[in-house]
């Protein structure tokens, strides 16, 4: 089964860029969504296919993608940019949605 | 606004069933697709299932494919989840969800904590 891997954690200080990787196979093929998930909350749309951002996300986040691995860059990082990040797809060899393990942005 | 509230949640007995809902407003729920996706405590997002508009066409993680079913009531915008044969594993909160073209989701609820637990 497709399986997206994320780094368990990443740490970055105030105001500087936080590069959030997920690694999938043949993932430059596919549509990647990412979500933030703050503590206690539901998670929030951040990024839709691959590059773009719903309305009231600060252009900060964006996303990005190669052959096989999507990236979440958020610029000039604030410390309430602090939660867990996921990455999404939908494999459509199996019609399946999957959802990388998630990473914990700490900002220093 | 789009807004998704859950509910049905509790504490069930292994081997027990338990059906969650998700009441809709805020948008036309008849023409949107309609996801479920759970978080175990402490761990990261798990996809369960997926309802196309028209009620027709569904889909399932293969961790919950047939015990779990999905359903919805367009005339009442009301989405359905029955679980069956509930174990541990199943432990989470729940959470229903808005899909978009492209195969996001663009709207969640707040979840219902299912606990299995004898």
């Known amino acids: 089964s497709y399986v997206l891997t994320q780094p368990p954690s990443v740490s970055v200080a105030p105001g500087e860029t936080a590069s959030i990787s997920c690694e999938g196979d043949?993932?430059?093929?596919?549509?990647v969504h990412w979500y933030q998930q703050k503590p206690g909350q539901a998670p929030v749309l951040i990024i839709y296919?691959?590059?773009d951002r719903p309305s009231g996300i600060p252009e900060r986040f964006s996303g990005s993608r190669s052959a096989n691995t999507a990236t979440l860059t958020i610029s000039r990082v604030e410390a309430a940019d602090e939660a867990d990040f996921y990455c999404?797809?939908?494999?459509?060899?199996?019609?399946?949605?999957?959802f990388g393990g998630g990473t914990r942005l700490t900002v220093l | 606004q789009v807004r998704l509230v859950e509910s049905g949640g509790g504490v069930v007995q292994p081997g027990r069933s338990l059906r969650l809902s998700c009441e809709a407003s805020?948008?036309?729920?008849?023409?949107?697709?309609m996801a479920w996706v759970r978080q175990a405590p402490g761990k990261g997002l798990e996809w369960m299932s997926l309802?196309?508009?028209?009620?027709?066409?569904?889909n399932y993680a293969d961790s919950v494919k047939g015990r779990f079913s999905v359903f919805r009531d367009n005339s009442k915008d009301i989405l359905y989840l029955l679980m069956n044969s509930l174990r541990h594993e199943d432990t989470a909160v729940y959470y229903c969800?808005?899909?978009?073209?492209?195969?996001?989701?663009?709207?969640w609820g707040q979840g219902t904590l299912v606990t299995v637990s004898s």
């Open positions: 999404h797809l939908r494999d459509t060899t199996s019609d399946r949605h999957i």
């Open positions: 805020g948008f036309s729920f008849r023409t949107s697709t």
């Open positions: 309802i196309f508009y028209d009620g027709d066409n569904k």
């Open positions: 043949n993932i430059g093929r596919k549509s």
């Open positions: 296919n691959d590059d």
């Open positions: 969800a808005r899909g978009r073209g492209g195969g996001s989701f663009d709207h």
